[in-house]
């Protein structure tokens, strides 16, 4: 059964930083493009950042370029998020999905809190 493990989230003042890591099991992970996403009470899910299955390309969401960053490191089976600068309209559950062109898979969800 395919795993994706989140972790990093938790309450953080705005302008401050979090690290979200996002681990896979059980998949063959160089083969997937890896992706964040975002669902904030009362919202639709959103793509916040996606990269390529080499890590080559990476596609951000408007409302986050400049501050977050996403990266991979496929030997050990992570993608990471790492967001700066954050404020409080980023507050929300925060999910790792990989997708091929046959399979969608996605985490149990972190929760950020961006609050002072």
């Known amino acids: 059964q395919v795993q994706l493990v989140e972790s990093g989230g938790g309450l953080v003042q705005p302008g401050g930083s979090l690290r979200l890591s996002c681990v896979a099991s059980?998949?063959?992970?160089?083969?997937?493009?890896m992706g964040w996403y975002r669902q904030a009470p009362g919202k639709q899910r959103e793509l916040v950042a996606d990269?390529?299955?080499?890590?080559?390309?990476?596609n951000y969401a408007d409302s986050v370029k400049g501050r977050f960053t996403i990266s991979r490191d496929n030997p050990k089976n992570t993608v990471y998020l790492q967001m700066n600068s954050l404020k409080p309209e980023d507050t929300a559950v925060y999910y790792c999905?990989?997708?091929?062109?046959?399979?969608?898979?996605w985490g149990q969800g972190t929760q950020v809190t961006v609050s002072s």
């Open positions: 999905s990989a997708k091929s062109t046959m399979f969608d898979f």
């Open positions: 059980r998949i063959g992970f160089s083969r997937y493009r």
């Open positions: 990269i390529t299955s080499g890590g080559g390309n990476t």
